[in-house]
């Protein structure tokens, strides 16, 4: 397993990565270069080019939101930067923290706004979670889906060709993309990347004879799932739609925003420690995308949010790499507890059915099992075991020399 040296990212990550030949990642060498970018005439840019898309519309721009420092940060920019009517958008995947939630409602007071909010009936997002998880190991894929389709509904049902997004997170984390190349958001990457080549009709009762998988109908249907829905090219044409990403015309610091979003809008981060991660300000939408989904990449990839965060503040130069293996050693292999039980309780499933279908999403590039262990190459050099193999996995599939 190769590890970079300058970040802690492992060679096999959810967000692909290139290594040179000093062993650093390209998500490290993409994140320098805000170093020597004028970001004055990128400012410049933006103005010229939101200008194109102010009109007598009853709002110039569709921006998603899940009420996280981001959210807020892309909102202060439009609103009082940019002088945007917005229309803000929002798929609520029914397990926000309090404090995301309060985060949340408080959007259209503090930037007086109007604001669109998706809760899709509970009875289907709990199918959605247990369709997620048992199909791709992902119980969080509705809110991918959710939030990468019905954003993109809003603006063409009212009209509004405009959609800003914050950082582009496959840039971001793993350097996929260049500063210089002005990414856009497309079709393409919502369903190849950020719905990991699934979609919403994989998941109907159809969909799921067809993928081979009839074991996991929950019989849903087409009509369950409208939020979850693309829209045509005609009508994305028609409507003109287009998304941005806000990090290539300001310099993106989430560490900053943060600070930005606390004192001026009284925004609040987690009171509660996470049991997988030391950030405090990420996350709040989802109490499990800190928890056990995260969990799900570590059983996945061997490596968690904590290696995410570390990488994110030492690219930052607020973190050494040596104190980022330490975070890495601390959080990263933690099967949370208190997000664990909920779901559990909220999908209706036992932690053994748990192990086992998580243990067969296991990358062979990463596990190997020794004496019935789980066993995989660290960072910190050397290799140790994390808890027994479930029963019923292809065990040579594992085990080198067989």
């Given at each position: 397993?190769?590890?970079?040296?300058?970040?802690?990212?492992?060679?096999?990550?959810?967000?692909?990565?290139?290594?040179?030949?000093?062993?650093?990642c390209s998500g490290c060498r993409v994140a320098a270069q805000p170093r020597s970018i004028d970001w004055e005439a990128r400012r410049r840019m933006l103005v010229d080019l939101v200008?194109?898309?102010?009109?007598?519309?009853?709002?110039?721009?569709?921006?998603?939101?899940?009420?996280?420092?981001?959210?807020?940060?892309?909102?202060?920019?439009?609103?009082?930067?940019?002088?945007?009517?917005?229309?803000?958008?929002?798929?609520h995947g029914n397990n926000y923290l309090p404090e995301g939630e309060y985060n949340l409602q408080r959007m259209r007071d503090v930037?007086?706004?109007?604001?669109?909010?998706?809760?899709?009936?509970?009875?289907?997002?709990v199918k959605m979670n247990r369709l997620g998880f048992r199909l791709q190991g992902d119980m969080n894929w509705h809110n991918h889906c959710g939030i990468f389709s019905f954003p993109i509904q809003a603006a063409v049902r009212f009209d509004v060709p405009l959609i800003l997004w914050g950082e582009h997170g496959f840039m971001d984390l793993g350097g996929m993309y260049s500063y210089n190349d002005f990414i856009e958001f497309t079709a393409k990457w919502r369903k190849e990347?950020?719905?990991?080549?699934?979609?919403?009709?994989?998941?109907?009762?159809?969909?799921?004879?067809?993928?081979?998988?009839?074991?996991?109908k929950e019989g849903l249907t087409a009509k369950d799932l409208r939020w979850a829905m693309y829209p045509d090219d005609e009508a994305i044409d028609e409507a003109g739609v287009?998304?941005?990403?806000?990090?290539?015309?300001?310099?993106?610091?989430?560490?900053?925003?943060?600070?930005?979003?606390?004192?001026?809008?009284?925004?609040r981060p987690a009171e509660r420690e996470f049991e997988r991660t030391y950030r405090m300000f990420s996350n709040l939408d989802d109490m499990h995308e800190n928890g056990i989904h995260d969990y799900l990449k570590f059983i996945k990839f061997g490596y968690g949010?904590?290696?995410?965060?570390?990488?994110?503040?030492i690219r930052a130069g607020i973190m050494t790499r040596e104190r980022g293996v330490e975070m890495v050693r601390r959080y990263d292999h933690v099967k949370s507890r208190f997000d664990l039980d909920r779901w559990l309780a909220y999908v209706g499933m036992s932690e053994e059915e748990f192990d086992a279908t998580c243990d067969t999403f296991r990358d062979p590039r990463v596990w190997r099992i020794e004496d019935g262990q789980w066993v995989k190459d660290d960072l910190w050099g050397g290799a140790s075991a994390y808890g027994p193999v479930s029963s019923g996995i292809d065990v040579s599939k594992y085990t080198p020399n067989t």
């Open positions: 397993m190769q590890y970079c040296t300058k970040c802690v990212y492992p060679g096999v990550a959810a967000t692909p990565l290139t290594f040179d030949a000093d062993g650093v200008a194109e898309y102010r009109s007598d519309r009853d709002y110039d721009i569709v921006i998603p939101v899940s009420g996280g420092k981001d959210s807020y940060f892309q909102t202060h920019v439009a609103t009082r930067v940019l002088g945007l009517k917005p229309l803000l958008v929002t798929y930037f007086d706004c109007d604001h669109l909010i998706m809760r899709p009936s509970v009875d289907t997002l990347h950020g719905l990991r080549g699934f979609d919403w009709n994989d998941f109907t009762d159809e969909g799921l004879e067809r993928l081979g998988r009839l074991e996991l287009r998304g941005i990403y806000l990090s290539n015309f300001v310099p993106w610091d989430a560490n900053e925003h943060v600070g930005l979003v606390m004192r001026e809008y009284g925004w949010r904590a290696t995410d965060h570390a990488c994110k503040d």
